[in-house]
T-cell receptor, first 117, second 112 residues
Framework: NAGVMQNPRHLVRRRGQEARLRCSPM?????VYWYRQLPEEGLKFMVY????????ESGMPKERFSAEFPKEGPSILRIQQVVRGDSAAYFC???????????????FGPGTRLTVL | KQEVTQIPAALSVPEGENLVLNCSFT??????LQWFRQDPGKGLTSLLL?????REQTSGRLNASLDKSSGRSTLYIAASQPGDSATYLC???????????FGGGTRVLVKP
């Protein structure tokens, strides 16, 4: 059972371009979370999705950022018109269908490191 | 709003010493607490998860305690090794399936 996959691992964009980050959750997991780690800072929650639904987007910047988790295929975090301040590591995590068990944990991918020139 | 703090921010110890890493959170109404390890340029590896009803969890040389009422958790690593050098993060969840709120991490260096 492969772990959470993220690609690309490294992404370089120029200011104004679009960045698309992909996350394939672990097999059987239907919950996906995106977090951002700015340089020298801790991880901050961005968005929580289930298949075809956004459950919690309270951590998403109001403009330029969007996320989806379609019925088929990976979850996508999209950043339009990137700026230098978007340079960060973006981590995806997945968890299985919840059954009320308090031991449910989030499994993290290796991250995508975005550099905006 | 939940805030998670980890002290110290960095720690350097000689090999063989026990490590004590602290995590505090402002809202005691948590569902669970997790400790993670992050190596430079890498993702997060879950070390231990403590349910809100538990007081501690153990895995090998690692032991994590939770005092929910005082908003504190401590991660103990016994007989540290150079391979334990990494950043250790604690994170709390308010409810099942909820987002994680992370502390800033403690960067650990174990010197041979």
């Amino acid at each position: 059972n492969a772990g959470v996959m993220q690609n690309p691992r490294h992404l370089v964009r120029r200011r104004g371009q679009e960045a698309r980050l992909r996350c394939s959750p672990m097999k059987g997991h239907s919950h996906v979370y995106w977090y951002r780690q700015l340089p020298e800072e801790g991880l901050k929650f961005m968005v929580y999705l289930q298949k075809e639904n956004i459950i919690d987007e309270s951590g998403m910047p109001k403009e330029r950022f969007s996320a989806e988790f379609p019925k088929e295929g990976p979850s996508i975090l999209r950043i339009q018109q990137v700026v230098r301040g978007d340079s960060a590591a973006y981590f995806c995590a997945s968890s299985p269908q919840l059954a009320g068990k308090s031991t449910d944990t989030q499994y993290f991918g290796p991250g995508t490191r975005l550099t905006v020139l | 709003k939940q805030e998670v703090t980890q002290i110290p921010a960095a720690l350097s110890v000689p090999e063989g010493e026990n490590l004590v890493l602290n995590c505090s959170f402002t809202d005691s109404a948590i569902y669970n607490l997790q400790w993670f390890r992050q190596d430079p340029g890498k993702g997060l590896t879950s070390l231990l998860l403590i349910q809100s009803s538990q007081r501690e969890q153990t895995s090998g040389r690692l032991n994590a305690s939770l005092d929910k009422s005082s908003g504190r958790s401590t991660l103990y690593i016994a007989a540290s090794q150079p391979g334990d050098s990494a950043t250790y993060l604690c994170a709390v969840a308010k409810a099942a399936g909820n987002k994680l709120t992370f502390g800033g991490g403690t960067r650990v260096l174990v010197k041979p």
